[in-house]
């Protein structure tokens, strides 16, 4: 299974697949993305931005998925079959597969969301207001810095791998947002 970035939309061949974060511009370029499962057979993306810089394809092989962060928009997508993708986030930056290669670790510009093998959000933590960095993940703890704005400054924080609740810290733990994506 792969995932490529394309420069743009196709002249020729089957229509595009459209992937939206909830409201649908199929009629406006996004991120165009060629998908190629597994069996060989592809089929383009056109995958709505998001409000970021950021597009990356993060390959997870365990899921026969890939995440993808189209100009901030995240998205879960199994390139073996087109229907099957799943939205996240609008402001996605970076992922990081958690070293069990069970979890994934979408890092936002305020957020660690923690996404299961299906695509499922399993929590998500509110941690900073302006930039989120996972530098490692070990023995159960998500460790990274985290941009708090003002005083434009980067502070280190670290939590745990399945719960998104503080690893360190005095007090009570403050516990992960959990969204509801039923409403």
């Avoid at 073996?80 to 992922?95: E, M, N, R, T, Y």
């Avoid at 939590?159 to 007090?171: H, K």
């Amino acid at each position: 299974m792969i995932a490529t970035i394309e420069a743009g939309l196709p002249e020729t061949g089957p229509l595009p697949v459209h992937l939206h974060t909830g409201n649908p511009t199929p009629w406006s370029e996004g991120c165009v993305v060629r998908f190629t499962a597994r069996s060989g057979d592809q089929w383009i993306g056109n995958l709505q931005a998001g409000y970021g810089y950021a597009t990356k394809v993060v390959e997870w092989p365990e899921t026969d998925a890939v995440i993808v962060i189209a100009k901030g928009a995240v998205y879960f997508v199994c390139p073996g079959q087109a229907v099957q993708w799943k939205f996240i986030d609008l402001l996605g930056v970076d992922c990081v597969i958690a070293p069990s290669r069970d979890l994934a670790l979408i890092s936002t510009y305020t957020d660690v969301v923690a996404v299961s093998h299906d695509g499922s959000e399993l929590w998500r933590r509110s941690i900073a207001v302006d930039g989120v960095e996972i530098t490692n993940v070990r023995n159960g703890l998500i460790h990274g810095s985290a941009s708090i704005n003002p005083p434009d400054e980067w502070r280190p924080f670290v939590l745990q791998l399945t719960t998104g609740i503080d690893a360190e810290q005095s007090g009570e733990p403050e516990p992960p947002m959990k969204r509801d994506l039923e409403s």
